[in-house]
C-alpha cells in the first residue's frame, strides 16, 4: 500500500466530504431561524438515547466488516438478514423506552416521537451492510453523493413539515427520512461493488466469526457514547431543555471545524490501511497526518476564539448570543479534538481493537467525573469548560497507549514534532490576534463583512509560514 493510493482516497474524501459539510452548514443556518431553542433542546434531550439504541443496531458490524478480507455471497447476505432482525428488535424497545422519558423529563410525550423515530433506527440498521460495500471499494465520492441527498431532501421535508404538524415532529421526522434515503441509494450502487448488493438470506452464523472485531469496536463505541452523552442527559435533567438547545448548538459548531479537517480522513483511513500490514508505513502516515491536522487547526481556533460572536451570530441569528460563551469554552480544547478524532483508525488498521476499547474506558472515565464535578456547579459555562479539559486529559492517555502498546515505539518523536508545528505557527498566530484585536474589532462592519476581512487577515499572517506549512501538509 502506497502513499499515492492513500492520499488518492483521502483527496476523493475530502472532495465528498467538504460537499457535504456546505450541506450541513446551509441546514445549520436554516433550522436555527426556523426551529427555537426549546424544539432543539427537546430533541437534543432524546437524540442521546437515540443514538445509544442506534448504537446496538449496529454493534460494530460495519468495521469489522471492512477489516474482512474475504467475505462470501452467503455469508453477506446472512449478516444483512441479522441487521434487519437487529433493527427491528431495537426499534421495538425503543418505542416502549419512551414511556421512561415521560417520566424522567416530566414535560413532553415522547412517545409521538418515538415513533416516528423508530423508522430511522430500523433504516439505519439496514444500511450497515450497503454502506460498508461502498466503503471497502473506496467508493467516497458516492457515498458522499448518497449523504448530500439524504441531507439536503430530508431537511426540505422538515422545513415544510414545520408549518404543517407539530414543530418538534417536523424537526425530527428528518432524521428518520433521511435514513430511509440513505438506504435506497445506498442499496442500489451497492450492487457493482466487489461486496455486492445484500439481500435476506438464512445463513447467519458468519456473524459468530467477526464477532472478535466487531464487539471490541462496539465496547470502545458503547462505552464512548455514554460518556459523550451523559453531559446532554444531565444538562436536559438540570438545567432545562432550553439550556440544553443552547449548549447543542454551541457543540455543534464546534465539532463542524473536527468534522470538516478530520472526517474525510478518519473515513478513508481504515479501508486503506487495513490493506497494509506494514507497521513503519501506518506510523509515518499518522504522525505526518497529526502535523498537517495541527497546522490547520491551531489557525481554525484561534479565529473561533477571537470572532465567537460574530460567528454564532452569523451561524445561529440573533436569538441565540447566549451561545459565544460556551464556544469559547469549547474552543480550547478544538486542536486537542482534532488531533485524537483520527486515533480510532489508527488503532483499528493496525489491528488492536482491544488498545481501543482500553482508551475508550479510560477516556470515558475521565469525561464522567468533569461531568459530574460541573454539574455541581450548576452553570452552563463551567460545564462546557469541563469538557474541554476532559478532551485534554484524555489525549495524554490515548497517545501514551497507541506509541507504547499499539505501534511499540518511543513517543518521544512525535512529541518534538508538534511542538516544532507550534513553535512555527505562534507568530504568525500572534500576529492575527494582536490586529484583530486592536484594529479590526474598533471598526464598524457588518456582521459577515467581520468575518471576511479577519478570515483575509489570518490567512496573510500564515503566508509569511507558507513554506513550513506547505511542508507539513505535502509530506
Not at 77 to 91: E, P, Q, R, W
Not at 390 to 396: E, H, L, P, Q, T
Not at 400 to 415: R, T, Y
Request: charged content about 10%; glycine content about 6%; proline content about 3%.
Amino acid at each position: 500500500m502506497s502513499i499515492k493510493v492513500l492520499n488518492k482516497a483521502i483527496i476523493e474524501n475530502l472532495i465528498g466530504k467538504f460537499a457535504l459539510y456546505f450541506v450541513h452548514i446551509i441546514t445549520l443556518l436554516i433550522f436555527s431561524r426556523v426551529f427555537t431553542p426549546y424544539e432543539f433542546g427537546v430533541i437534543a434531550s432524546i437524540q442521546v438515547f437515540i443514538l445509544f439504541f442506534q448504537l446496538f443496531s449496529d454493534l460494530g458490524i460495519g468495521p469489522a466488516l471492512v477489516n474482512e478480507d474475504e467475505i462470501s455471497e452467503t455469508q453477506r447476505n446472512g449478516i444483512f438478514t441479522f441487521t434487519l432482525i437487529l433493527g427491528l428488535l431495537i426499534s421495538l424497545l425503543f418505542y416502549f423506552f419512551s414511556y421512561f422519558l415521560n417520566y424522567y423529563y416530566d414535560g413532553f410525550k415522547y412517545q409521538d416521537v418515538a415513533l416516528v423515530i423508530c423508522f430511522s433506527i430500523l433504516f439505519t440498521c439496514l444500511s450497515i451492510v450497503p454502506v460498508t460495500s461502498l466503503t471497502k471499494d473506496l467508493s467516497f465520492i458516492k457515498l458522499a453523493k448518497v449523504e448530500i441527498v439524504a441531507h439536503s431532501v430530508s431537511g426540505l421535508i422538515a422545513i415544510i413539515l414545520h408549518s404543517q404538524i407539530d414543530p418538534v415532529i417536523a424537526l425530527v421526522s428528518k432524521t428518520t427520512t433521511y435514513s430511509i434515503i440513505r438506504f435506497s441509494i445506498s442499496m442500489f450502487w451497492s450492487k457493482k461493488t466487489a461486496l455486492g448488493r445484500p439481500s435476506l438470506g438464512k445463513n447467519i452464523t458468519y456473524v459468530k466469526k467477526i464477532l472478535g472485531f466487531s464487539l471490541y469496536q462496539f465496547g470502545f463505541n458503547f462505552i464512548n457514547y455514554f460518556a459523550r452523552n451523559l453531559d446532554s442527559i444531565l444538562v436536559a435533567k438540570y438545567l432545562g431543555n432550553i439550556q440544553l438547545g443552547m449548549y447543542d448548538r454551541a457543540y455543534q459548531i464546534m465539532r463542524y471545524p473536527v468534522m470538516l479537517t478530520t472526517g474525510a480522513f478518519s473515513s478513508a483511513l481504515q479501508p486503506v490501511l487495513s490493506k497494509s500490514r506494514d507497521i513503519n508505513f501506518i506510523i509515518q502516515v499518522h504522525n505526518n497526518l497529526s502535523a498537517k491536522l495541527l497546522c490547520i487547526s491551531l489557525p481554525i481556533t484561534l479565529f473561533i476564539f477571537t470572532c465567537s460572536s460574530e460567528v454564532v451570530l452569523f451561524a445561529l441569528g440573533p436569538g441565540w448570543s447566549g451561545v459565544e460563551p460556551l464556544v469559547i469554552a469549547f474552543s480550547f480544547s478544538l486542536p486537542i479534538q482534532i488531533l485524537i478524532s483520527t486515533s480510532g483508525s489508527f488503532f483499528q488498521s493496525i489491528n488492536k481493537p482491544r488498545l481501543l476499547f482500553l482508551t475508550g474506558c479510560i477516556g470515558s472515565s475521565i469525561f464522567i467525573i468533569c461531568i459530574i464535578i460541573s454539574m455541581l456547579f450548576k452553570n452552563i459555562e463551567v460545564t462546557a469548560l469541563a469538557i474541554s479539559i476532559s478532551f485534554i486529559i484524555n489525549s495524554f492517555s490515548i497517545y501514551f497507549i497507541l506509541f507504547k502498546f499499539g505501534f511499540c515505539i518511543p513517543i518521544s518523536g512525535f512529541i518534538i514534532r508538534l511542538i516544532l508545528v507550534v513553535v512555527n505557527l505562534s507568530p504568525s498566530l500572534f500576529m492575527f490576534y494582536f490586529i484583530s484585536n486592536q484594529f479590526i474589532h474598533g471598526l464598524e462592519l457588518s456582521n459577515f463583512s467581520f468575518l471576511m476581512i479577519n478570515l483575509i487577515t489570518l490567512a496573510f499572517c500564515h503566508s509569511f509560514k507558507f513554506r513550513f506549512i506547505m511542508n507539513q501538509i505535502k509530506s
